[in-house]
């Protein structure tokens, strides 16, 4: 239900934006997030954002630098990644959470839905 575009490879300074669709009425109920994971290490938030798009939150690795927004319209989620990092490379994961409220959530535990993951390589 959930598909993710947008990885590859980019020189660090550079630019990525990564997208994430889903189904109209599954997309509409639910807050949507993105994680990713490093080689050798656990799952890390990234950045949420609720089901209206009033509400973002970014890791504090991330501020500043990655954006998320979504289209509802379009059920498409967007992850703008400007200033890349080498520490930024990893396979990033979409995420949904069903929800009645216009919150976002920042654990992975309470994620109801997966996409299959993206590599995002940013070489130094």
């Known amino acids: 239900q959930l598909q993710a575009f947008g990885g590859g490879l980019v020189q660090a300074g550079g630019s990525l934006r990564l997208s994430c669709a889903a189904s109209?009425?599954?997309?509409?109920?639910?807050?949507m997030g993105w994680f990713r994971q490093a080689p050798g290490k656990e799952r890390e938030f990234v950045a949420a954002i609720s089901r209206s798009g009033g509400s973002t939150g970014h890791a504090d690795s991330v501020k500043g630098r990655f954006t998320l927004s979504r289209d509802n319209a379009k059920n498409t989620v967007y992850l703008q990644m400007n200033s890349l990092k080498p520490e930024d490379t990893a396979v990033y994961y979409c995420?949904?959470?069903?929800?009645?409220?216009?919150?976002?959530?920042?654990?992975?535990?309470?994620?109801?839905?997966w996409g299959k993951g993206t590599q995002v390589t940013v070489s130094s």
């Open positions: 109209g009425r599954f997309f509409s109920s639910s807050a």
């Open positions: 995420a949904a959470a069903a929800t009645t409220r216009d919150v976002y959530y920042t654990s992975s535990a309470v994620m109801d839905y």
